[in-house]
């Protein structure tokens, strides 16, 4: 694996003071529609009703926990690659938010 580098932290004052390495003229050259002939090209077209789906504001913040999962469970996760857990997340978010949706109750058994 190859090694990272480690990470550079800068204060706002001494970003501002960076030169841009942007090829800003390049950049304004490009049309809306040149960038979403790219995007459909890399991505393929959105989906109808993409829009339903768009989630405003921040999301809240995260908890660290101990959680046991079966291990079969967590491996296919694992397989997944990096960001596995941030998946882990969002198929539970998907399970609650349904549950909120229908009204369905969770308790204990």
């Known amino acids: 694996m190859a090694k990272k580098e480690p990470i550079?932290?800068?204060s706002a004052d001494a970003l501002a003071k960076l030169k841009s390495e942007t090829d800003w003229a390049k950049v304004d050259a490009v049309t809306r529609k040149d960038v979403e002939r790219q995007?459909?090209?890399d991505?393929?077209?959105l989906p109808d009703g993409?829009?339903?789906t768009v989630v405003?504001?921040?999301p809240p913040g995260k908890e660290a926990v101990k959680l046991r999962i079966d291990?079969?469970?967590l491996q296919w996760f694992r397989r997944t690659g990096?960001?596995?857990q941030t998946r882990m997340?969002?198929?539970l978010r998907a399970f609650v938010k349904s549950r909120q949706v229908t009204g369905t109750k969770i308790g204990r058994r």
């Open 50 to 52: 993409w829009e339903k």
């Open 89 to 91: 997340n969002n198929v």
């Open 8 to 10: 550079k932290r800068y």
């Open 56 to 58: 405003l504001g921040l």
């Open 82 to 84: 990096k960001g596995y």
């Open 39 to 41: 995007a459909d090209e």
């Open 71 to 73: 291990s079969d469970v």
């Open 43 to 45: 991505d393929g077209p």
